[in-house]
């Protein structure tokens, strides 16, 4: 799995959330995990979720760290999976650096009533996609969010460690899946 840091800023629409989107701007061909910051706004129209849909939520921080997982291999049920194992590392990894006492309920990430991040997990005609969004500042969102700055986390260093661990993790599976026999 390919891993990689932008430096620079871009703004997360829901329209990067597409098949090839790291290849075509970025050059990381195949599996691969993008990450970088930005602001967030989704608007009902390029909402996945159709529950956000129903409940006219778009999305918006004025800064977030980004992560968008592509896989060209599996299913949705796979790749809902994966997507659940990137916040569940993220949470960790949070609660590690800050003792904070956070919780994550399916894809999202709690302090209290405060929310911290936005995920989805869909498919393309080639694909199987992931976007996480973890808040880096928590003024001016729609509803109570909690952001890194909270707990005092630089961004650049906090999702560098996330690529690696998360990369490391889908190693150590496709390791797991080569080393053993098949039994009758």
Known sequence: MKTLFVQEKIKYT?????????????????????????????????LVDITDIKNNAPIYSENML?????????????AILKQRLLMAIIK??????SGAKLVREGD????GKAKLSVSIATSSPVSFMIHAGVN???KNTPVETRGLYD?????SQF???????????????RSA????????
């Open 14 to 46: 829901g329209k990067e959330l597409r098949s090839h989107f790291a290849y075509d701007r970025f050059s990381l061909q195949g599996d691969s995990l993008l990450s970088f910051c930005g602001e967030c706004e989704v608007t009902v129209d390029d």
């Open 66 to 78: 980004h992560f968008i997982a592509e896989f060209f291999c599996g299913d949705l049920e796979r």
């Open 92 to 97: 960790d990894e949070i609660s590690s650096l």
């Open 108 to 111: 999202d990430i709690y302090e």
């Open 136 to 138: 880096i500042s928590s």
């Open 151 to 155: 707990y005092g986390i630089e961004e």
């Open 159 to 173: 999702a560098a460690r996330i690529l690696d661990m998360f990369a490391s993790e889908m190693a150590g599976a």
């Open 177 to 184: 899946r080569c080393k053993v026999r098949g039994v009758k």
